[in-house]
């Protein structure tokens, strides 16, 4: 499949995409959290129980994963790389390595993972990867123009590379919802940070048929005392995409950013009730979630063998609800 139709096959109608790409770090803490002792066959074993849900590739396309995961073995034998098309899902990679401060900009931080990008794309891809994750993370509060602007370079440069290796990158501007901030903050930090990328894109000759881009929902700050209700979240959300995403990008798949599955699928549920209402949107509008969908399947499971059926139950359910709000409204039987 060439860029285009990957793009496309990542946000087919009623799928998302499945984050699991946490860094060795940050899966290491999690499993932590829930009495698991971290270790390389640990991650593996979780990582194992969520790509061999019964069903997972009904609502998922595909699934992004960190370069630990990508290289390990499958029950079978082969690695995930390689055999995640036999579960009917795309293997994605995280190839970003994270952020740094940038001088002179407030405490921005800048992602990074630009040098030898080149060459680790190509070795990826090797490893059976068809698309690609960068992420660069934006707190609302304060943002500097210097921080927008340098991600937004990075995030286009790391696309342009991806294109020219043949994989399909996830544009991920991430706006980050934790602080005190109401909307307004939140949607004038991403209309500012979508305008620069898809400024940044164009300059750097990447194909908007061939990204699909993974960006925050215009959503109020967590500590906010007046959290925005779907609709409100829908009518924002659409506002800002539509003044700065070309009708040329196949797909626009959310996170999650720490929302809970239910929150984050009535959001996604009433973007595209509104979308619809509004006349129909030039790109699809699906999940890339992560915890929203994981979360649940991580606690429940904990390590222990015996719980693996219940928590893929409960990974199905999560992925269900994904998939059918990626369609419109959340329906009482998509609840169930
Ligand atoms: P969350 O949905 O948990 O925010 O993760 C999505 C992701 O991939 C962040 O980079």
Redesign the pocket.
């Known amino acids: 499949m060439g860029l285009h139709q990957v793009a496309a096959a990542l946000v087919a109608p009623g799928k998302g995409i499945l984050?699991a790409?946490e860094s060795i770090a940050t899966m290491s803490r999690r499993l932590e959290a829930v009495g698991v002792v971290p270790s390389a066959d640990t991650r593996r074993d979780y990582r194992r129980l969520l790509l061999t849900t019964p069903g997972l590739d009904s609502w998922v396309s595909g699934i992004?994963l960190c370069d630990e995961t990508l290289g390990q073995d499958l029950p079978g034998g082969t690695t995930f790389g390689e055999g995640a098309a036999a579960f009917g899902i795309m293997a994605g990679i995280k190839v970003d390595k994270g952020v740094t401060p940038l001088p002179f900009a407030d405490g921005g931080l800048v992602t990074e993972g630009l040098d030898g990008l080149r060459g680790r794309l190509e070795a990826y891809r090797e490893r059976g990867a068809v698309f690609a994750?960068w992420?660069a993370v934006l707190s609302p509060a304060g943002l500097h123009r210097r921080t927008v602007h340098a991600n937004a370079h990075a995030l286009a440069r790391y696309a342009a590379l991806c294109q020219e290796a043949g994989i399909v990158p996830i544009v991920?501007p991430?706006v980050l919802m934790d602080g005190g901030h109401g909307l307004a903050v939140c949607r004038a930090a991403t209309a500012s940070a979508l305008g620069a990328v898809f400024a940044e894109l164009d300059a750097m000759g990447v194909d908007p048929r061939g990204i699909v881009l993974k960006p925050n929902m215009i959503i109020s700050g967590t500590q906010h005392e007046d959290q925005a209700r779907p609709a409100e979240v829908a009518r924002e959300t659409l506002h800002v995409l539509s003044a700065t995403v070309p009708p040329a990008v196949p797909g626009i798949a959310f996170?999650?950013?720490?929302q809970s599955n239910e929150q984050a699928c009535a959001n996604l549920a009433a973007i595209n009730a509104r979308a619809a209402t509004d006349g129909a949107p030039p790109w699809r509008l699906t999940f890339?979630?992560?915890?929203?969908l994981v979360s649940d399947a991580l606690r429940t499971w904990h390590g222990v063998a015996a719980n693996a059926e219940e928590a893929q139950n409960r990974l199905a359910a999560n992925c269900r609800r994904a998939g059918e709000a990626s369609k419109g409204p959340v329906t009482a039987a998509a609840g169930a």
Do not use: P, T, V
Not at 255 to 258: H, I, K, M, N
Not at 288 to 292: C, H, I, T
């Open positions: 984050a790409d992004i994750k992420r991920e991430e996170l999650s950013g720490g890339s979630f992560g915890r929203a």
